[in-house]
């Protein structure tokens, strides 16, 4: 029996290795390291803004720089403690996801999303007011789109917005939510910072990794 055991652990280890790909040096899968992390990569389905799945993301993984990864695995560490764990919306992000993106902007006449993800920014703003760029801190592969989950329940603290809604509700500084919404934005910000990253004002979800290694550099290899 505890042959047979291990034979299916070989196994399953043979066929997790064969769906993942050869990434360049210096990028892991994060689920390598943080076996128990909760994803819900929302660009390789149509559940976001766009509402279409994104150029790039050919499977859903999780990809980080090995120092982010290493960072990420402590923040789980720590919330555990709490009954608490991270679920990752979105990690290494191809350039070719950011020029998807860039072309959806420029066509003011697709909204078919807005009332879920920016009912009152008109779209023709979303270049000026920061929500959308022409290159992406997630594409140098050590910025994380996170929230935190109770472990009971697996189910997501409520943060008072939405992941991706562009609106003055999403900025870190709001303070027009109630208590209980406060307080776990507050814990997520407290456990990111004091394990190595840094927060973006505009979106309470996005963090970097402080002396992030390949900083100014963008990839395009796909998320697969």
Known sequence: MHKFYCFLLSLMSIV???TKTQLPKGFVYVTDYIPDVQLE?????SNNFVGTPIDGYEAEQCILSLPATKALKNVQESLKK????IKIFDAYRPQRAVDHFRRWARNLNDTLMKSQFYPNVAKKDLFRLEYI?????HSSGSTVDITLIDLKTNQELDMGSSYDFFGEISWVSYQNLTEKQLENRKLLQKVMLENG??????EWWHFTLRGEPYYNEYFDFPVK
């Open 82 to 85: 709490q009954q608490l764990g």
């Open 16 to 18: 997790s290795f064969c």
């Open 197 to 202: 990253f840094r927060n973006y004002p505009k």
């Open 41 to 45: 990569l929302r660009y390789f389905g």
């Open 133 to 137: 760029a022409t290159k992406s801190r």
